[in-house]
């Protein structure tokens, strides 16, 4: 059982709010990911993070930011939420030298 | 581009039948790849990975196949059970990012 912990679980806001989803792992994890997935299809990597201080974007560009100012934590924010920002954001993590990510349960955002 | 592709959108088997999911990708220097299991409502779940330089891997019930002559791998599972059912992504692993492709969904009838 992976030790990846997101918060919330369930989100529904209203457009224009700023949202801020978390992630935090207590495996000591130096790697950090943030995927989307829309229901039933593949997962797509939003962002990712090699260790403190250090964040990219991924393949799927997203108006979303990140931040890592510590190991443990990597928190998505959305500064104005739209309908279309409406999906599941999945966090992963993994150990360098180390292909197998661990994901989080996911946030599934509404926005309406 | 690069993309793993599955052949099928949904399986369905009996309880106690094997399953078969495949997978196609497309990048040839591809070296390492991972099978994840999605439960409703849960993040992908590590099943099993395998390294270009094997063509076959078991676990507990399951068995990965690597062809990289075809570029597809399968993911075998024996006596599936109702707690297999999931939907079950390949990963390919390339310059340090899991590439995803879409799901197959499995479903397990009694």
């Known amino acids: 059982e992976a030790d990846i912990y997101q918060t919330p679980r369930y989100l529904v806001i209203g457009t224009g709010k700023k949202i801020t989803l978390e992630c935090s792992q207590t495996m000591g994890h130096d790697k950090m990911y943030w995927y989307q997935q829309d229901p039933g299809m593949e997962l797509h990597l939003i962002h990712y993070s090699y260790g403190v201080n250090s964040t990219e974007k991924g393949d799927l560009s997203s108006e979303s930011t990140v931040s890592r100012i510590r190991t443990e934590h990597f928190p998505l924010t959305l500064e104005s939420a739209r309908p279309s920002h409406t999906s599941q954001y999945l966090c992963?993590?993994?150990?360098?030298?180390?292909?197998?990510?661990?994901f989080g349960a996911g946030t599934r955002l509404s926005v309406l | 581009g690069e993309s793993v592709g599955l052949h099928l959108p949904t399986l369905s088997v009996q309880e106690g039948d094997n399953s078969i999911i495949n997978c196609a990708y497309s990048?040839?220097?591809?070296?390492?790849f991972i099978w994840y299991k999605q439960e409703s409502g849960k993040g992908p779940q590590f099943i099993i990975d395998i390294r270009s330089n094997m063509d076959k891997r078991q676990g507990q019930r399951v068995t990965v196949l690597l062809n990289k002559t075809v570029k597809h791998l399968s993911l075998q599972i024996a006596a599936t059970q109702p707690g297999d059912s999931a939907v079950y992504f390949c990963a390919d692993y390339n310059t340090d990012k899991l590439i995803f492709g879409t799901g197959t969904r499995l479903q397990v009838f009694p």
């Open positions: 992963a993590s993994s150990m360098t030298g180390v292909n197998i990510q661990y």
């Open positions: 990048n040839s220097a591809s070296d390492y």
